[in-house]
T-cell receptor, first 114, second 110 residues
Framework: GAVVSQHPSWVICKSGTSVKIECRSL??????MFWYRQFPKQSLMLMAT?????????EQGVEKDKFLINHASLTLSTLTVTSAHPEDSSFYIC??????????FGPGTRLTVT | GNSVTQMEGPVTLSEEAFLTINCTYT??????LFWYVQYPGEGLQLLLK???ADDKGSNKGFEATYRKETTSFHLEKGSVQVSDSAVYFC?????????WGAGTKLIIKP
């Protein structure tokens, strides 16, 4: 149990385009989902926290208009990177939590912007 | 603010060696402490956790004890295997959020 999936696992897009990453909790209802960014050889950076049906709470320094997060249902959250640039290339990881239980992590999505 | 500091990697050991990865933290209150592992090409997995002082978390031969007096949560394993090669993250829970260490890459050579 407690499986979180992400799609796609790997995406390449051209500079200036937008890309959407999906995060799904497969066997539980995720009241809260988190989006992280992981740079090479670095730790995870929390980007935002989203609760189902509410607007996401973004961490300081994360552009809301660039990283659009939608948590439309208890099993799905999406991260859309708008007008992507090469510096947005990174590994994006989501996690999901039911209530106050532990976070379960997705396998991550590697975004490469050319 | 709350923070987690863990030893820099990579840590390279031979198979069957003893492993210690140091983790210290600063926190107000009484956080829970975690070790997560990220195997190559895979997502993060919770390895073990401890929720209060003197608790010992253990899993897959790994152990870590919540030491409030030294604000530490060092990860140990008595005999590592090649399959333990991964990146290990120490983390603490700050209310509902996780505060992460930088990660330590562990390389085990046969």
């Amino acid at each position: 149990g407690a499986v979180v999936s992400q799609h796609p696992s790997w995406v390449i897009c051209k500079s200036g385009t937008s890309v959407k990453i999906e995060c799904r909790s497969l066997d539980f209802q995720a009241t809260t989902m988190f989006w992280y960014r992981q740079f090479p050889k670095q730790s995870l950076m929390l980007m935002a926290t989203s609760n189902e049906g509410s607007k996401a709470t973004y961490e300081q320094g994360v552009e809301k208009d660039k990283f659009l997060i939608n948590h439309a249902s208890l099993t799905l959250s999406t991260l859309t990177v708008t007008s992507a640039h090469p510096e947005d290339s990174s590994f994006y990881i989501c996690s999901a939590r039911q209530g106050t239980y532990e976070q379960y992590f997705g396998p991550g999505t590697r975004l490469t912007v050319t | 603010g709350n923070s987690v500091t863990q030893m820099e990697g990579p840590v390279t050991l031979s198979e069957e060696a003893f492993l210690t990865i140091n983790c210290t933290y600063t926190a107000t209150g009484y956080p829970s402490l975690f070790w997560y592992v990220q195997y190559p090409g895979e997502g993060l997995q919770l390895l073990l956790k401890a929720t209060k002082a003197d608790d010992k978390g253990s899993n897959k031969g790994f152990e870590a004890t919540y030491r409030k007096e030294t604000t530490s949560f060092h990860l140990e394993k008595g005999s590592v295997q090649v399959s333990d090669s991964a990146v290990y993250f120490c983390a603490l829970s700050d209310l509902s959020l996780l505060i992460w260490g930088a990660g330590t890459k562990l390389i085990i050579k046969p």
